[in-house]
């Protein structure tokens, strides 16, 4: 028997079937993920290879300077070098310690001797201890006739305000001592030397005679430091001294066989002509020539 309800699924199937047919015509077929790509790839080429160019253009500039930077870069390393050769210039005119100790002690000196009328006794000492500078330096530098002079009146002037025996005293005519030795006056040389042994002998004397039961322990040992100080003092003196009276010997030695010599010479240029006779003097008389 045929139903009317079977007709209905029929008709049904057969509309599904139908609708499932035209879904597959109306959709489109996907395309290949492949070609795809390697469309896209032909398509990007032409601009990743701008972007590489223009990266390597970059490496370029920034590998490779300017002109303009180059000549920048030069410019500033020649401004270094010349500051360089500035600075040795300017520390080969900068003045030496002893030039800047000179001025400043010729400033003390100056200031101090202003005041001379009044001068303390305190700056008295200062004034001659700028002045043993002064000389000290000039022994320095060769100039001795101005050392003999400054160290002159810092003499002067420690004699006025120090004890005999101070060992100041003595530096002072050892300086001097020196000074006239390389002016090669041996007898002021030596007699300086000699007043700087008496001023330190004198010196150790005077401690020595001091009592020391009222000193403590650190005033007795300062007390025979000074005198053992000053006798290694004395040897050194003594030796300078002897070395005086050698060179003052050979040279006393020196000038007599110079003038030894000269009045050898002397007597050798007076004695040829003494001893020709002088009766024959014919050799002297010219003749007249006969014409004939």
């Known amino acids: 028997m045929f139903y009317f309800s079977d007709q209905i699924s029929s008709d049904e199937e057969e509309g599904d079937e139908e609708q499932e047919e035209e879904g597959d015509e109306g959709e489109t077929p996907a395309p290949d993920t492949g070609d795809d790509n390697e469309a896209e790839a032909k398509a990007s080429?032409?601009?990743?290879?701008?972007?590489?160019?223009?990266?390597?253009?970059?490496?370029?500039?920034?590998?490779?300077?300017?002109?303009?930077?180059?000549?920048a870069a030069s410019s500033a390393s020649g401004v270094i070098t010349s500051n360089g050769d500035n600075d040795e210039d300017d520390d080969a005119d900068a003045p030496s310690s002893v030039e800047i100790a000179w001025e400043v002690?010729?400033?003390?000196?100056?200031?101090?001797?202003?005041?001379?009328?009044?001068?303390?006794?305190?700056?008295?000492?200062?004034?001659?201890?700028?002045?043993?500078?002064?000389?000290?330096?000039?022994?320095?530098?060769?100039n001795n006739e101005n050392a003999i002079h400054l160290l002159s009146e810092c003499l002067e002037h420690r004699k006025a305000a120090l004890d005999p025996d101070d060992r100041l005293i003595a530096l002072t005519y050892h300086f001097l001592g020196i000074a006239f030795s390389f002016k090669n006056e041996i007898d002021?040389?030596?007699s300086c030397f000699e007043s700087a042994l008496d001023v330190i002998q004198m010196r150790i004397k005077h401690l020595k005679e001091l009592p020391t039961d009222g000193m403590d322990q650190f005033e007795k040992d300062s007390h025979e430091q000074e005198i053992s100080q000053l006798n290694d003092l004395i040897p050194e003196l003594t030796a300078k001294i002897e070395d005086i009276k050698e060179q003052m010997q050979s040279q006393f030695k020196t000038l007599e066989s110079l003038q030894k010599e000269s009045e050898k010479e002397e007597t050798k240029t007076v004695q040829p002509c003494a001893d020709k006779p002088v009766n024959n003097i014919s050799h002297l008389i010219k003749r007249k020539v006969r014409v004939c």
């Open 45 to 71: 080429s032409p601009e990743e290879e701008s972007a590489q160019s223009s990266d390597d253009k970059v490496d370029i500039d920034l590998t490779q300077p300017s002109t303009s930077k180059g000549e």
């Open 105 to 142: 002690l010729t400033m003390a000196k100056d200031i101090y001797e202003a005041q001379t009328p009044d001068l303390s006794k305190e700056n008295q000492l200062n004034l001659a201890e700028a002045l043993q500078k002064l000389g000290e330096i000039s022994i320095e530098w060769e």
């Open 188 to 190: 002021r040389a030596n």
